[in-house]
């Protein structure tokens, strides 16, 4: 009775316990190298340094982790976890990144400091130098790589691949936002926050299937962290703006003269951000409609990483029931 609990029809590890030491072996490494990137940190070592060290070992890491997993555990092809030669899909990667100017979201800012939430009050390069400043915005633009190569490898790779080859993609992108949701936990777990996770999470789904790569959704990933991480800094008049360049404060005061707060909150509140993810979705929902290819989130994924279309959910063979499938390129 144990064993029909840990192994598929196949002899395989099911995919419940396949996922939970994915996600395991992943969580150790991404620690393991933040353990060192604070180390050296803590050393006085330069910041990109530290930034570097952490990148090459996590990104190598997940890499080889999920490498093993899909080809060794899975026994499914490498192919589907949509990760091209990066110079071939370059301008995907570059064109991703410009989302950000959508999910910002940049007229929120606009707003925020037309009725006083906001004040611009300085830049890094002012207060730590030209040199420094550099220094610091390459920093964080590494540091967001990492994170988005590896968290977009991790979710929108393995996770939402395996379980999109055996449920209908809505189900795989609703779990794989949760789980993406819950692994953020160091913000303080809440449902808002899962639900803005979960959100975001589905963006990075739709420009993978969109484009039939990850590279789009790593560079959205990338950008966004690095906008508001080491691009866009903002305190209550203390300081502390953690090296972003261009600083921003929010006046004392500022609640009671701008009742837009009540509704307009903090730039990166949830509301602001489900709108923006909201019309992002729509938009490439509405390119794919009009390549007369649209979106259909009640089918699966086939071993190279495609939606399967109608005709194919029950073609050669494949089965789907008991949460496993069987197909031409090695079952589950």
Known sequence: MLIKIFRSRDGQLALFWRLGCYLFLFLVIDVGAQIVRGLLASADAPSLAAELACAAI???GILGLTYLFRTRRDKRSWRGMSLADLRKRWIEFASGGLWVFILMPAPLLYLALAVGQLRFVGTEAVDSGWTAGVEFALAGWVGAFGIGFIEELAFRGYVFQNLGERHPIWLAALVTG?????FHF???LSVA????????????VVLRICTGSLWAAIGLHTTFNWVYTSLLGFSSGEGGYAHALLH??????????????????DISSIVPNLIAFGVVILAL?????????????GTRLDGNG???????????GQTWGAGESSGSDGGT
């Open 186 to 188: 160091f913000g303080g």
């Open 306 to 316: 495609n939606p399967l279309l109608p005709s194919e959910m029950h073609a050669g």
């Open 285 to 297: 929902s509405v390119w794919k409609w009009g390549k007369k290819q649209p979106i259909n989130w």
């Open 193 to 204: 926050r899962i639900l803005d996770m979960a959100a975001f999470s589905t963006v990075f």
């Open 178 to 182: 949760i789980l993406f949701g819950l």
């Open 248 to 265: 921003f404060e929010t006046p004392i005061g500022s609640e009671a003269a701008a009742p837009v707060n009540s509704w307009l909150g």
């Open 58 to 60: 996590s990104i190598p």
